[in-house]
């Protein structure tokens, strides 16, 4: 039985080699407190005195208890009746047996009181003060049983004060059988989340601080209304975060060869060298293309705009064709190119001429995606596998399929048939996979995934839906908080549990990647991402809709908002990516560099604003 009423106060500490707590809340939010354990007084429990507290607080346990109190409540009433029903000498014979039983019972519950007594100390047993009472009227009660069985001639004070002790073993019932409440609690405490929840309230009770009173109050609140990895309110001064953050919102795998070491790398990198140009050339794509893609298919800095121009405007389909070749991936659909060209035709023409959410982007996208996979190894260290491979980059190039220049939050306010169609939550995302599956499926001439087995079929959509979900920025903050936290973590398995996690953030990041490439190619993604949010602002302001964030052409400064997107935004994710891709090193302080560029260009554009008046 627990040593005490309150529950808050009966959990152990979950890991007693921790010495120091932290304790982080936004209400303070720059300040991290180190609160030794020492100076809060709390007991640190031994490993073995967890196992005995849990021990005791099992659900086992604590039924055989309440299965020995009503036999020791009925053994009691038997041993009063038969005092009254028969004579003294039939009494005693039967009296020996009965005490035995008792003996054997009371002989439990001492043993209970002692493992009591070693999980959590004579202190914290004893803060409940009737325990003290119950451990008297056991000991007593002992040793009158052991006083019967040795001499049962007893005189008439013995008599006396044993009657009073059966009296008060009765109220030793009573209190024993308050172990009932406690049985309908026991599968309640079960879930880690819970029992932080209990650490916590403990924790609270010893301190003094009120202002530590408080942030605990905030982790119980945040943790118990599982709200961990929700954005709260910020103050003013990231006022611009949350308005980047906001921007959109509103409104198993079977592996066939997975490439492990540094050995079977080259051996595949010396094959691929060796695979004819012919048998590119035979996917007729362009020469000119096939040139750049052999030399620098893997790097950051390929312009996608020269790419899309040297095709024809046809840049998407043609580097779809080369992933397709260069990773066996005709082998893994067992499929004809003509239908994988076919396929990815139809894809670029659903892209509309955007300014910037346009098929170049979605090239652009499904591009660094490959730079990430590649040069920065996350095929090695996801050790992903052709199929794995395929997923990212088709969902590169679809991700954006049908995308109409205008974000979530427009198609919401405006109510818009997609935001009817997908209740209001993820609006496009929802929509650009559900059409490229039906383009598939519509058309068998194209149809990518008619050869695959079904179960393979099953995996390859859903991994492809949710890494296009996850380019939602309504979901950036909680994502990439959850993903930080899977990295930090000692279970963290990049290539087993967490891999489709970090495929996802592999294509959001590639979304969001222009700050990280050259200045000059970024340059012109900003210009064309403005020139289609300020067309929607136009489109807001017509319908006397809210103005959305950065689609006031009269009042957006191109360079502070890019300022603001790569300190709020780009170098968080990217930060993110580090934390596993090592690799992507060299290329993480091309962030800070566009920066700088920025930082210098916001007078310029100050004054350009400066020069433009509102109709
Ligand atoms: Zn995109």
Redesign the pocket.
Known sequence: MLPSGSDSQQRSLENPDKQTMRVDSTKRNDKLIEVPRKKLNMRLYTESEQKFQDYINSKIVTISIIALVGAYAILIFIIVALEELLDETEFINVSSILSWIELGILIIFILEIFVGLYAWGIKKYYKDKWLILDTLIILLSLFFVIFELADQKTSNVIKVIQAVFRFLRIFLLIRKAQTFRRLATISTISTPAEKIVRFLAELKEVLEDENMKLDINYCIDKIGNNQLYQMGKLDEDNAEAMAWLNQSQQGKTEVKRVLTNEQQLQQQQQQQQKKVIANFQKLNIPKRLLDILFKQHDDLYIDPFECDKLCGGEGLVNLMLFFFENYNLFDVFLIKPKVVRGYFEEVMKGYLDNPY?NKV??QD?AQTCNFLLSKCKFIEIGQLDEQDIACVLIAGAI??YG?PGLTNAFLINSRNELALTYNDQSVLEMFHPSQCFKIAWGNQKVNIFENLQFQKYRRIRESIILMVLS?DMAHHASELAVTNSRIAAPDFEPNGKDKQRLMDLIVHSS?VSNPTKSFEIYKQWTEKVLTEFWLQGDKERDLGLPISYLCNRYTTNMAEAQVGFIDYVVKPTFACVLGFLPAYEPFFQNLDKNKAKWQELIEYYKQQLASIQPK
Request: charged fraction near 20%; proline fraction near 0%; hydrophobic fraction near 20%.
């Open positions: 959410h982007h979605a996208v991700h954006d995308h380019t979304d």
